[in-house]
């Protein structure tokens, strides 16, 4: 059984920068991507970026230019690199695992996610 763990989550100044950083555990080769979620008080989740295992990266516009997304197989470990932070960017995290990178497949019986790590930007 995989699992997740989201960490590197905490709070910064506009402007600031975090690394997310998601240890993984168990056997992921059922799973094609990986991708950073995040939710806001009172809104939808809304997928931030995807990596799949070809290396193929895609971003929400919002975040286009300042998060990057990367892996390291080797270490079983997804990052999120988020730099020019906005007070928008405020939510709690999450690291997803599915057989595809459409949120069909991330929110699928087959989907695993993890706890989530807390990130507040402050003006």
């Known amino acids: 059984q995989v699992q997740l763990g989201e960490s590197g989550g905490g709070s910064v100044q506009s402007g600031g920068s975090l690394r997310l950083t998601c240890s993984t555990s168990?056997?992921?080769?059922?799973?094609?991507?990986m991708g950073w979620f995040r939710q806001a008080p009172g809104k939808e989740r809304e997928k931030v970026a995807t990596?799949?295992?070809?290396?193929?990266?895609t971003y929400v516009d919002s975040v286009k230019g300042r998060f990057t997304i990367s892996q390291n197989n080797a270490k079983n470990e997804l990052y999120l690199q988020m730099d020019s932070l906005k007070p928008e960017d405020t939510a709690m995290y999450f690291c997803?695992?599915?057989?595809?990178?459409?949120?069909?497949?991330?929110?699928?019986?087959?989907?695993?996610w993890g706890q989530g790590t807390q990130v507040t930007v402050s003006a």
């Open positions: 997803a695992a599915g057989r595809g990178c459409a949120p069909y497949y991330f929110n699928s019986p087959f989907g695993t």
């Open positions: 168990g056997d992921t080769d059922d799973f094609y991507c």
């Open positions: 990596i799949d295992d070809e290396g193929s990266t």
